[in-house]
């Protein structure tokens, strides 16, 4: 952990600079703040308004969560599945890349007039833009298995089981986390999205209310929320990376 | 006594006949070599006993009972080490108990310790050694329940030095448990070193072209390499291999 300090200082002081140059910009040129506001007063916003933001705030991330789950599940069911059956594999999965090319954004409107305002349209959407790198990631990981491992296990007389649970999928763990780290920030950009179908609470909600107000600084808010929430997911599966997966394939090492 | 017996056994991949009625058999606690050039079907040999292919014709018996295409009737070491990188070496050399069945970490230890890897049983494959890497496959084909050992070039990956020290070390713990070994190489010293039986195997198609019993006694020291006998014995065999390739 101490080491994602030591790494950090670098693009925390970018983004330090950036933010001055930012703010001495707006103060200069005398930018209208329903425009752009300077960062203070996002920040102030920010702090005063943090118990009307909390609420949002809980709101998304247990929506994000819920949805990460589900489309984490499904993904590895799919990919597992996808691995076992050939004949599945053939059929389904270029389908699946097809449906990676409908817009959310077309889509997630038709899932409301379907399935009403509840959670349902909602978490389908994240479930959506989840599943599929999670799919890709673990399905590579199983195929990439090295045929030396693959012909010892058969060799000994490991069953089809044996050869999945021993070999296969902790094989393909360091390629399933990479695919579980664009999954965690996907699933609360498709969180976000959802909200804005409509929705009690949520960063999205608050989002549409604050542009449709001309609260820029709100809008900024959220959006430095949105930011905030995916790093954190991103750390939190890196971290359960660092604690499960000891090892790295043979070609990452050698860095 | 006869354990492993191959009986007119012939496999072709597409049209090409890699091997053609070959027969030969392994008693128990024999060490038998297949001394055979680069892509004369040794490793299809393994691969059909080990049940990952079936032959054409011919039949596999270990102890009188037929396993053609049946997997997991013997234990195999590849020429690669093969373990698994995520697991420890006493994980790793458990695996051909734990596919098989039932594990036993103690005889593990004990048999880790005797191979010189002690303190390295939590270690990672990665931090071992080639020599390590493979003296820690070795003991788990040993360890594994079943009663013939398959070795496919378990030491050609390796530099000249290891390779001898591997080979003494062999010697050693096959002497202490006496296990049914058979034995593929294409090197001819090591062959003899190692045996007390050879397969001499002709190349398309292969087939045994001669039997060599090696007579030296056991147990066998380096010395041996340097012996009158061990040189003419070394001679013969070329010598049955220049008379093939004619
Ligand atoms: N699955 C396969 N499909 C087609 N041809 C194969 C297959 N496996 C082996 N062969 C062919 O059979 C022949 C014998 O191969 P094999 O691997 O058994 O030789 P080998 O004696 O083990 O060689 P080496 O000493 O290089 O390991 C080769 O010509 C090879 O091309
Ligand atoms: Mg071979």
């Known amino acids: 952990m101490k080491n994602v300090f030591v790494k950090g200082w670098r693009p925390a002081a970018v983004l330090l600079l950036l933010f001055i140059l930012w703010e001495i910009a707006v103060k200069l040129a005398d930018v209208p703040a329903w425009l752009l506001p300077p960062p203070t007063d996002i920040f102030k916003e920010a702090i005063e308004g943090w118990n009307g933001l909390q609420l949002h705030l809980r709101s998304t991330v247990m929506l994000s969560l819920l949805g990460f789950a589900i489309g984490t599940g499904i993904g590895l069911l799919t990919a597992v599945l996808l691995h076992l059956i050939p004949f599945i594999r053939e059929a389904i999965y270029p389908l699946l890349i097809l449906s990676q090319n409908v817009p959310i954004i077309v889509l997630a409107p038709l899932l409301v007039v379907w399935l009403g305002f509840g959670i349902l349209p909602k978490l389908i959407v994240i479930t959506l833009v989840c599943f599929f790198p999670i799919t890709v990631a673990a399905l590579d990981g199983f195929r990439q298995t090295p045929g030396e491992l693959k012909h010892y296990m058969l060799m000994a007389g490991a069953s089809k089981d044996q050869l999945f649970w021993k070999l296969e999928l902790p094989y393909s763990l360091p390629s399933l986390f990479s695919g579980l780290k664009i999954s965690a920030t996907y699933s609360v950009m498709g969180a976000v999205i959802s909200e804005w179908l409509g929705a009690k609470a949520g960063i999205g909600v608050y989002m549409t209310l604050a542009s449709s107000s001309f609260r820029t600084d709100r809008v900024f808010v959220a959006i430095f929320a949105i930011m905030g929430l995916s790093l954190l997911f991103f750390g939190a599966i890196l971290l359960a990376e660092r604690l499960l997966v000891k090892w790295k394939p043979r070609e990452a090492k050698k860095k | ?246």
């Open chain 2, 1 to 246: 006594m006869i354990q492993l017996s191959i009986d007119q056994l012939s496999k072709s991949f597409d049209s090409t006949l890699v091997l053609n009625n070959l027969t030969f058999h392994i008693n128990y606690g024999e060490f038998v070599s297949i001394l055979g050039p680069s892509g004369s079907g040794k490793s299809t040999i393994f691969n059909l006993i080990g049940g990952l292919l079936l032959p054409d014709s011919g039949t596999i018996q270990l102890k009188g009972e037929k396993i053609n295409g049946k997997r997991g009737s013997i234990s195999y070491m590849p020429q690669t080490p093969s373990l698994l990188p995520w697991r420890t070496i006493l994980q790793n050399v458990l695996l051909g108990q734990e596919i098989q069945g039932k594990t036993n970490p103690e005889t593990a230890r004990k048999m880790l310790y005797k191979a010189g890897l002690k303190g390295y049983e939590n270690a990672y494959p990665q931090e071992l050694s080639g020599g390590m890497k493979q003296r820690a496959a070795f003991i788990r084909a040993l360890l594994s329940p079943q009663p013939v050992i398959l070795l496919d070039e378990p030491f050609s990956a390796l530099d000249e030095l290891t390779r001898h020290e591997m080979q003494t070390w062999l010697l050693d713990i096959w002497n202490e448990h006496k296990p049914t070994i058979l034995f593929v190489t294409h090197n001819i010293e090591e062959a003899i070193y190692l045996s007390d039986r050879i397969l001499l195997l002709s190349t398309k198609p292969a087939q045994v072209v001669q039997e060599v019993t090696v007579p030296f006694t056991r147990p066998r020291k380096e010395e041996l390499f340097l012996d009158e006998n061990f040189l003419a014995c070394k001679r013969g065999i070329h010598a049955a291999f220049k008379l093939q390739q004619r």
